[in-house]
């Protein structure tokens, strides 16, 4: 983005507006974060794999299936490890519906992190590779007020012109104590194993907050109990 201390997530091929979301959705650095190229970049525990070709899909919008407070999780196994996301189907019952839906779909799989901010997010599921794709629909479900994206906070990502909570298929993790970011961005639940993982895969981008090497998502695989 050039400016690292903004904070507002933007996309790709679209101008920064003063304090707005805009275009194809990077988050922009909440206070404390690392500034990119002095995070060094560290492929240990990642192996090397071919950027994924994009891909066209187009879904219809899922049928409500998950149920409020139903206890469920997504383990999310790239080349640079594991982790695992405890899903918050009481507070995002249809944004968590809608990531589920895709994950059993095998949408995310072969994915990649397109988006690596060290030391604030990292950002993948879009199809087309480049902050510009989605799944073919989108969903609406504000998130709670007094939601703070804190570390390990997995949220939906969407432009300035949608309204908040509205979410396709891209999804950002939180690698900064606060990202310092309204409550606009649908929840998807918290890293509850594996942030280890995160974090290494946190230090992969460069200043521009592209990946110096491919993170790829082989599967994203729902738990049930």
């Not at 794999?49 to 206890?71: I, L, M, N």
């Not at 196994?77 to 899903?87: K, P, R, V």
């Not at 974090?199 to 521009?208: A, E, T």
Request: aromatic share 6%.
């Amino acid at each position: 983005m050039g400016d690292l201390d903004r904070r507002w997530i933007i996309l790709a091929g679209f101008a920064v507006v003063a304090i707005a979301v805009v275009g194809a959705i990077l988050i922009g650095r909440g206070g404390g974060g690392d500034s990119g190229d002095s995070a060094s970049a560290s492929a240990q525990g990642c192996e090397q794999v071919p950027k994924p070709k994009p891909k066209h899909v187009s879904y219809g919008a899922p049928k409500q299936t998950v149920k409020r407070g139903e206890e469920l999780s997504a383990r999310i196994e790239t080349n640079c490890g594991d982790f695992t996301i405890a899903l918050d189907t009481q507070r995002a019952p249809k944004t968590v519906n809608s990531f589920v839906f895709l994950s059993e779909k095998g949408f995310y799989d072969g994915l990649d992190f397109h988006r690596i901010a060290p030391g604030f997010v990292i950002q993948g599921g879009d199809p087309l590779g480049n902050g510009t794709g989605g799944p073919g629909y989108s969903v609406d479900e504000k998130p709670p007020a007094n939601l703070s994206y804190t570390k390990g906070t997995v949220a939906m990502a969407k432009t300035s012109a949608e309204p908040p909570g509205r979410s396709g298929s891209q999804f950002y993790i939180v690698l900064a104590p606060d990202a310092g970011l309204p409550p606009e961005y649908a929840l998807v639940g918290k890293v509850s194993e594996g942030m280890d993982v995160v974090d290494r895969i946190g230090k992969l981008g460069n200043r521009s907050e592209q990946p110096k090497q491919t993170v790829l998502i082989e599967h994203s695989v729902i738990e049930r109990p």
